[in-house]
């Protein structure tokens, strides 16, 4: 059932119908790679990852780098969570990992060579933060010693808003990060309490005044609706404080999935306190509203800008990206990943490190990569990627684009694809033009849904529900 403050809101403007809605509210994936990470095998092993490192520049050419760090640890459990982190308060834990990130990163130099230029660079977590100020500076020190961050990139930190002084906000300045991202998922207290993660919005508040005053060039900050306790009026209520007061340059705002069978934290979450499916949409449905309002503009996937903000400049210019962190305004690069589970992609390939700590120092105590498992993409890999992030990132499409640069005559390629597109078009998410195709203002809500006809493992096996829902 879809709320009548939807239809109300949305028929109209968008035609949205029922129909569209029920149609197109199955689970999907986010696209953050193709193919996705449920696909990675782990017949690929740390050899194929060293030939895709050492074959990655061509001619000596190679595409530019972009760095991700995963820090797993945190204070304490957030029961939401479905992140791989390590509970602990035991920040000498925080001292030894970081060795281990240098010898990844010394690993890497061996390969690919000192020096390299990174145009981005994340830290992620678990909590970025757990790592003391001497922690996050030795990191740096490390990453500037081997590579070279060039300027104009784009160097941000996910903040834990109770790990964060506004003294270590200046210490990340100082460091070289022009970019914070908060989590923040809601203000009320009662949701608070139910997830584990005390915030009070004046501490948020005062962080994110004083990371303007030092000059970060952009603030984010993360929602989540569907969390226990949340009401449509009280999530209404945290819509507004962050698009009104806070104002921060970005928002995303993501859906919760209660999976207690996967996610041992959200075991602590009692069923009858989640809000219904229907209160869930008419949750969306109300913040795409309210962001709109107060002037952000959809950039697609959960994600909203400011239209002063690179990620809005990129999307009226058609130059979206998007990489494993989400939209992204850099150039495809290479991304390289350090630390425990994350995922990198060099060349052709997607590789994953162990998801346990002991594995992943096990690996590095032999001098080997940490890689467990990942994929060697084949060209029509390659060619469907170039369909699907064209279609996430730029929502059109030319045909020419894709036959020029992968020699495939694209109707003939993609003819089962055009024809299942026929249905998306007739309800007005999508035009099928001759030679391109184009994401209609409706379409960017379903976005995924489009892109979904062009993955072939999906097709090939549509009873695969651990996705997450579009709405
Ligand atoms: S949600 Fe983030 S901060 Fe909370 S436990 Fe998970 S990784 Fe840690």
């Not at 780098?65 to 509970?87: D, G, Q, R």
């Not at 061996?110 to 970025?128: D, F, N, W």
Request: net charge neutral; glycine share 6%; with cysteine.
């Amino acid at each position: 059932m879809i709320a009548q403050s939807i239809l109300n809101r949305l028929v109209k403007p968008l035609h949205l119908t029922p129909k569209i809605i029920n149609k197109f509210d199955v689970a999907g994936p986010r696209y953050t790679s193709y193919p996705t990470a449920d696909r990675f095998v782990e017949a690929f092993t740390d050899e194929q990852y060293i030939q895709a490192l050492e074959g990655r520049s061509v001619g000596g050419v190679a595409l530019p780098l972009s760095l991700y760090v995963h820090i797993p640890f945190c204070e304490s459990l957030c029961f939401y969570c479905a992140c791989n982190k390590t509970i602990t308060k035991r920040h000498e834990r925080g001292a030894e990992y970081l060795q281990y990130l240098g010898k990844e990163i010394d690993l890497h130099v061996a390969h690919i060579g000192a020096g390299r230029a990174i145009s981005q660079l994340h830290l992620g977590g678990g909590t970025p933060t757990f790592f003391g100020d001497d922690e996050l500076s030795e990191l740096m020190a490390m990453i500037r010693r081997n590579f070279s961050l060039v300027a104009g990139g784009e160097y941000s930190i996910e903040i834990d808003p109770r790990t964060v002084t506004e003294k270590r906000l200046a210490h990340l300045a100082s460091l070289g990060f022009n970019r914070l991202s908060f989590g923040v998922q809601d203000f009320d207290l009662d949701v608070q309490k139910a997830v584990h993660r005390i915030q009070p919005i004046e501490q948020v508040f005062d962080l994110v005044d004083e990371s303007r005053r030092l000059g970060f060039d952009s603030i984010n900050v993360d929602l989540i609706y569907g969390l226990p306790k949340q009401t449509p009026h009280s999530f209404a209520r945290t819509v507004s404080q962050v698009s009104k007061l806070i104002k921060p340059d970005r928002i995303a705002l993501y859906a919760y999935a209660h999976l207690p069978e996967r996610f041992k934290p959200q075991r602590h979450i009692q069923a009858a306190d989640l809000p219904s499916a229907q209160e869930k949409v008419t949750m969306l449905s109300n913040a795409i509203a309210a962001f709109l309002d107060a002037g952000y503009v959809y950039i697609g996937m959960d994600h909203f800008a400011l239209p002063k903000d690179d990620l809005a400049i990129a999307k009226r210019q058609g130059r979206l990206h998007r990489n494993f962190q989400g939209y992204s305004t850099q150039p495809e690069c290479d991304l390289i990943s350090l630390g425990v589970s994350a995922i990198g992609r060099v060349g052709a390939t997607y590789s994953q490190n162990a998801k346990t700590l002991d594995e992943y120092y096990s690996f590095l105590d032999q001098d080997r990569f940490p890689v467990v498992r990942g994929l060697m993409l084949s060209h029509d890999d390659l060619v469907r990627r170039a369909v699907i992030m064209a279609i996430m990132c730029q929502g059109s499409l030319q045909y020419e684009s894709i036959e020029s640069s992968y020699l495939i005559d694209f109707k003939t390629y993609f003819s089962k694809e055009l024809d299942a597109l026929q249905s998306l078009s007739s309800d007005g998410l999508v035009e099928v033009e001759d030679n391109a195709i184009q994401v209609t203002n409706l379409g960017w809500f379903f976005v995924r849904g489009i892109a979904m006809v062009f993955d072939r493992y999906l097709q090939a096996d549509k009873t695969r529900t651990k996705f997450s829902k579009i709405i």
